[in-house]
């Protein structure tokens, strides 16, 4: 029996199938979807952050996991077979999945082997290791910073050059724009933090990680000092966001990218809401849940934000955990059908709204200059600081060593900058002495930042955004671009652009290699992909690529490309699944077909 592979084969998988908002599939309804391993380089200077060029992390962890022990497991029948063979075990190398009765098989250890340690050995090992990528040195045990006096306010940014060099503003002052009508930013006493040395910071931000100690087993709460100060635990709102897994992407760097020997991916994506949102919205929400309580008592009646899905996501759990309303404005048919559910289910007020995600800002602006409602967009600068705990968690998992490169796509244009502050920061403060460069990714169909870089800085012209499958950064006038080109200009940093095709591309083929990356990060990817090949990006350098959502929030923009379903793009990655009938000769023939020469 011949196997069939056709155009609808992933669409019969779906009971519900939805088009994508994608202009080749337009969609009229709002529910129907519109260290670590490493090869270093070899010159000097690149070397300098690195451990020894011969190293690998695998070596690296073998030799330093723990002392020389024997420990060994293998399979053995589960439960023990009452009249069976006592000694019936097999190696964990055999392929074996059942006992010689036919029953189960579990995995034994030697535990004599292992009881030959105490308790606190184990408890002390493994508590080292969290949230490492090489082997830690130094567990700390402190939890909490001393009585410091540590703060933090608004203040203009940029400082407007015959502005008030002493405007600022309180956190707890419901302001978005300094009085020129910029931005704002928040700044810390880098005083007050700077006397304490960096070694102390990695310490107390290391003995803090993957702890329950409230707040701080937060990725992003485990930095508190640096973030909020002067907020009381108990009106922190948190999921116990950020501690996002750091990938070592060997396989997409060694087979795709030329031999690339230190490609990780920051999984920021893996987090509760399905994206980075959540680190920002973890603080704002916070700041909010501190001003309507007692004693400020602030009359705040919601929190609102526009949205292209991801931020409004966000919002809308952490306003639900804290009992807060929410509304989101989101563009009509413009986002994913998993996003849109979101705020949804988190009883969210959800507006669909006939226009772009600029027209939703432009809107949310308005509305919140006019009601008590606080705007959670990344205008507001609270946002940032928790996003900026991102680019300290990389620094921490690298062992506070320095990655050469950091690829962030780029939208609204916020998190780009938090990246830079977050690494600036430890800069200043000691924790490390340098930054990495730089990369923000666009899309080609919304690249008003890319433009505006080509230009060499000297004109910045707003576009209307193309749909794109990176729908979250579908966005042509980014409030955050003076944010941006700070954040690029100091880490002498580039911005690239990528086609539909070749983010899809891109997206596609780091799923291959185990993945399931979002179309935003398949942005991301391209522009690597561009740099490498303009051996800009080099095959020792180290560079985290920031995977900025859940790939299943935007399934249904794989299961086109899967279907080979999208006008004018080759998919070349695309592997749908083989319609076979369910009989033994038909599976045969296929598998067969399939392993030809590996059989
Ligand atoms: N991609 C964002 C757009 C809004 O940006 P923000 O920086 O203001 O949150 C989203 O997911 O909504």
């Not at 994608?22 to 260290?35: D, E």
């Not at 069976?84 to 075990?89: T, V």
């Not at 027209?359 to 990344?378: F, Q, W």
Request: aromatic share 10%; charged share 20%; hydrophobic share 40%.
């Amino acid at each position: 029996m011949a196997a069939t592979t056709h155009a609808a084969s992933l669409s019969f998988l779906l009971s519900h199938p939805h088009p994508h908002p994608h202009p080749t599939s337009p969609n009229p309804h709002p529910l129907r979807r519109a260290p670590h391993r490493v090869r270093c380089a070899t010159d000097a200077a690149a070397t300098r952050h690195r451990r020894a060029a011969d190293e690998n992390i695998r070596e690296e962890a073998a030799r330093h996991r723990a002392p020389n022990h024997n420990f060994s497991a293998w399979y053995a029948p589960f439960p023990p077979a009452p009249n069976g063979d006592p000694d019936e075990r097999y190696s964990l190398d055999e392929i074996v999945y059942r006992s010689s009765s036919g029953g189960l098989l579990d995995v034994r250890h030697d535990m004599d082997a292992l009881a030959r340690f105490p308790g606190s050995y184990w408890r002390d090992l493994f508590d080292s290791r969290v949230g490492r990528t090489t082997w830690p040195f130094g567990s700390g045990v402190w939890h909490r910073a001393p009585n410091h006096n540590f703060s933090a306010w608004y203040a203009p940014f940029p400082p407007a050059p015959n502005g008030d060099p002493d405007e600022r503003y309180s956190l707890d002052e419901i302001v978005y724009r300094s009085s020129s009508g910029g931005l704002l930013d928040v700044r810390h006493d880098m005083d007050a933090l700077a006397r304490f040395p960096g070694s102390y910071w990695r310490d107390l931000f290391d003995s803090r990680v993957g702890r329950t100690t409230w707040p701080f087993g937060s990725g992003v709460w485990s930095k508190k000092e640096f973030v909020l100060p002067e907020i009381d635990p108990d009106h922190i709102v948190s999921l116990f966001e950020g501690n996002s897994n750091l990938f070592w992407a060997e396989r997409l760097g060694r087979d795709h990218l030329a031999g690339m020997n230190d490609l990780w991916v920051k999984h920021c994506g893996i987090s509760h809401t399905g994206s980075f949102k959540d680190l920002g919205m973890t603080v704002l929400v916070s700041q909010v849940n501190r001003l309507r309580r007692a004693p400020l008592s602030r009359p705040i009646a919601g929190v609102g934000c526009a949205s292209t899905g991801d931020t409004s996501a966000a919002l809308s759990a952490y306003c639900a955990a804290a009992g807060i309303p929410s509304i989101v404005f989101l563009p009509a048919n413009r986002i994913s059908l998993e996003q849109l559910i979101q705020p949804i289910a988190n009883g969210a007020t959800v507006l669909s709204l006939d226009t772009d995600f600029d027209g939703c800002m432009r809107l949310i602006r308005e509305v919140t200059a006019e009601l008590p409602i606080y705007l959670a967009n990344s205008l507001n600068s609270l946002r940032l600081e928790g996003q900026k705990t991102a680019a300290i968690e990389i620094l921490q998992q690298f062992d506070w060593e320095v990655p050469d490169w950091v690829i962030v796509p780029g939208g609204n244009l916020g998190n780009i900058y938090a990246f830079y502050k977050g690494f600036e920061m430890c800069r200043v403060l000691g924790l490390v002495d340098r930054v990495p460069r730089l990369v923000c990714a666009q899309a080609a169909n919304a690249n008003p930042l890319y433009r505006y870089y080509k230009s060499g800085w000297t004109e910045f012209t707003p576009q209307v955004a193309e749909p794109t499958f990176a729908s979250a950064i579908q966005i042509g006038d980014p409030v955050s671009v003076d944010r941006a080109v700070v954040a690029l200009k100091a880490t002498d940093g580039i911005v690239e652009e990528a086609t539909e095709e070749e983010l899809m591309n891109a997206m596609s083929l780091a799923d291959r290699t185990g993945m399931f990356a979002c179309p935003h990060t398949g942005v991301a990817l391209a522009a690597l992909f561009k740099l490498r090949d303009q051996r800009i990006i080099g095959p020792n350098d180290r560079t985290v690529v920031v995977s900025t959502a859940h790939g299943l929030k935007f399934s249904q923009s794989k299961i086109d490309y899967h279907d080979s379903k999208i006008e004018d793009m080759a998919c070349k990655y695309a592997n749908p699944p083989v319609s076979v009938k369910a009989d033994f000769g038909a599976v045969m023939d296929v598998l067969k077909k399939r392993l030809k020469g590996k059989l």
